[in-house]
């Protein structure tokens, strides 16, 4: 079983708060990637990392931020939630060979 | 065109039979290929990588791979309900994944 963990599971928050989706993994993995999904829906690459100080956007235009300052570390900061951010982030972690481990995800819902 | 197409489904296949997926991408430059399984409400879980033209055989699981027509497909031997789930391929090139829309497996007993 894979070592990534999300937190909070789920967060219910009221529009312009900022929140951070926390995102560790402890199998010293270099590539670190945020992905977003909607029920039913594809997954959609919103960051992702291959290693400390490295952040690049994915393909689907976001308007989160990215931080990684450790290598087992990788938030997704929302400076002013929106409705429009109500989703499930979802956290993955790899390494060279054997992608991805998912972790557990964070249902987030902006009301 | 999406870099890595799948048909959505449903399929639908009896319990026992063999269950086909495909998967087509588009960046010719595409180094490594994973087929993941989700089931409702939960996380994607890694299930096949192949990384070479040919099959690869894991258990019930035969993920096979042809570059030259940037084709992937996943067969399922002896299918089971417990099977039933939406089956993602997903492509690799550089330090970029991406993955399909998904295709939604519907094993009936």
Excluded at chain 1, 33 to 61: A, C, F, R
Excluded at chain 2, 71 to 95: E, H, K
Aim: aromatic share 10%.
């Amino acid at each position: 079983e894979a070592d990534i963990y999300q937190t909070p599971r789920y967060l219910v928050i009221g529009t312009g708060k900022k929140i951070t989706l926390e995102c560790s993994q402890t199998m010293g993995h270099d590539k670190m990637y945020w992905y977003q999904q909607d029920p039913g829906m594809e997954l959609h690459l919103i960051h992702y990392s291959y290693g400390v100080n490295s952040t690049e956007k994915g393909d689907l235009s976001s308007e989160s931020t990215v931080s990684r300052i450790r290598t087992e570390h990788f938030p997704l900061t929302l400076e002013s939630a929106r409705p429009s951010h109500t989703s499930q982030y979802l956290c993955a972690s790899g390494d060279r060979g054997v992608l991805a481990f998912f972790g557990q995800g964070t249902r987030l819902t902006v009301v | 065109q999406k870099e890595v197409e799948q048909n959505s489904g449903p399929l639908s296949v009896p319990e026992g039979a063999i269950a086909s997926l495909n998967c087509t991408y588009s960046d010719r430059g595409s180094q490594s290929f994973f087929w993941y399984r989700q089931y409702s409400g939960k996380s994607p879980e890694l299930i096949m990588s192949i990384y070479s033209n040919g099959d690869k055989e894991d258990g019930r699981f035969t993920a096979q791979l042809n570059k030259a027509s940037q084709y992937v497909s996943l067969l399922i031997r002896d299918s089971q309900p417990s099977d039933s789930a939406t089956y993602l391929c997903a492509v690799q090139n550089t330090d970029k994944l991406i993955f399909g829309t998904g295709t939604r497996l519907q094993v009936f007993p």
